[in-house]
């Protein structure tokens, strides 16, 4: 008797146990709240980049643009590369709110103009070229490389368009050394020069006379589109590993999305590539108010990914971390205002939070967004045998 019943108990407990493991399995399985509130707004990267029509990515293109991103001989006093406003240590950005091109000396917040100097600051914070190569992706819209919008102010389209204008900016890279309309051909003229270039060239494109400006665009597009991380926590767990994020970064999640924080910072890249007028405050150590979009104080939405690595933050750089950003976009009592004074409160976007809570677990989600994989390589030299990324040391 006392054998059957022990039995039955030991029956009876194992079937227990089973349903309970099916239950947990089940509801690990599932779609947890946060993730089913954030797949209608928010996605995980794609793992493919894709190339415009026109300039199919090589492995010998993608050679000759690292060796351009991190050379100053594209600069007119060869003290300045991509790289130095654009630098691995730094997020692939440069941890300043205004960057510091021409005549510049030190890396990241270290940096500084060497005396004497006349060269102003850049007008905006530089934004990370990492994921650039996804810009323009978002929930509704695919990815079209030859039209993806770049800068805060949207004024050019796709990598190959975007990496040529630097090279003519007064105060990034151009300097004094010569005009801004003849800057690309001087930049070539400076690298036919130097045959470790022409080689390069020669190997990466088929035309007769390949060193061109045209190309130069094309080579580093090619570079920045391997400048990808789509492997964060936030990734992981869209693509269904809900162990990814920590309870609190889910919590923030929650917050994110019902703050109203996603109808601008959506999709896999947390952006929807639009203009948005949000009244930031203009940075003192610009001499002329920023006017951003055709003069109408508008800046394109920039994306969330890496966010923790690339302060300070806003198109003036003038929010030191993401509290103060949180704290920006929660006005309190009274609702929004506007915080510069060449922008009236009613000029500011409909979209503009009117309450921000949980502002920890915002912040801790927004971490969830860094990815460590990225290529943090700097090379040994470059072709044009000047210090590599400029004056960074």
């Not at 997020?91 to 709110?97: K, Q, R």
């Not at 889910?250 to 890249?269: I, T």
Request: hydrophobic share 40%; charged share 15%; glycine share 6%.
């Amino acid at each position: 008797m006392a054998t059957s019943v022990t039995t039955q108990l030991t029956s009876m407990l194992a079937a227990a146990l089973l349903v309970a493991a099916v239950a947990c399995q089940k509801q690990a399985d599932s779609p947890t709240p946060a993730a089913t509130l954030a797949t209608s707004t928010l996605a995980a990267l794609p793992l493919e980049v894709p190339a415009p029509a026109d300039n199919s990515t090589s492995s010998a293109k993608v050679d000759l643009g690292r060796a351009l991103f991190w050379d100053p001989v594209l600069s007119g006093g060869r003290d300045v590369s991509c790289a130095t406003c654009h630098h691995p240590a730094t997020g692939y950005a440069d941890g300043l709110d205004l960057d510091i091109g021409e005549n510049g000396q030190g890396l990241g917040a270290a940096r500084h103009f060497r005396s004497p100097n006349t060269i102003p600051f850049g007008q905006r914070n530089s934004q990370t070229v990492l994921n650039t190569a996804f810009n323009g992706l978002t929930t509704n819209a695919a990815l079209d490389p030859a039209a993806a919008p770049m800068f805060w102010d949207s004024r050019a389209n796709s990598l190959e368009a975007q990496s040529l204008l630097p090279l003519a900016k007064l105060e990034e890279m151009r300097g004094y050394q010569y005009a801004e309309r003849v800057a690309p051909d001087s930049v070539v003229a400076r690298l036919r020069r130097i045959p470790a270039y022409e080689a390069l060239f020669k190997t990466a494109f088929t035309e007769t006379a390949p060193l061109t400006a045209t190309n130069i665009g094309k080579a580093l597009a090619c570079f920045e589109r391997t400048l990808v991380a789509t492997d964060s926590p936030f990734d992981q767990y869209m693509r269904g590993t809900t162990s990814a994020l920590t309870s609190q970064q889910v919590q923030g999640l929650q917050a994110f999305v019902q703050c109203g924080c996603a109808k601008c910072h959506s999709g896999p890249m947390l952006s929807d590539y639009q203009l948005h007028v949000m009244g930031v405050a203009d940075n003192s150590k610009n001499t002329t108010p920023d006017t951003g979009a055709n003069g109408t104080y508008a800046f394109r939405t920039p994306s969330l990914r890496n966010v923790a690595l690339t302060a300070p933050y806003m198109s003036s750089g003038t929010l030191p971390n993401l509290q103060a950003v949180l704290d920006f976009y929660d006005p309190g009592r009274g609702g929004a205002r506007s915080t510069n004074p060449h922008v009236a409160t009613n000029q500011l976007d409909p979209l503009f939070p009117t309450r921000v809570t949980n502002k920890q677990a915002i912040i801790a989600f927004l971490n969830s967004l860094t990815a460590a994989t990225y290529d943090h390589t700097v090379p040994a030299t470059v072709p044009s045998g000047l210090p590599v990324g400029g004056t960074i040391n």
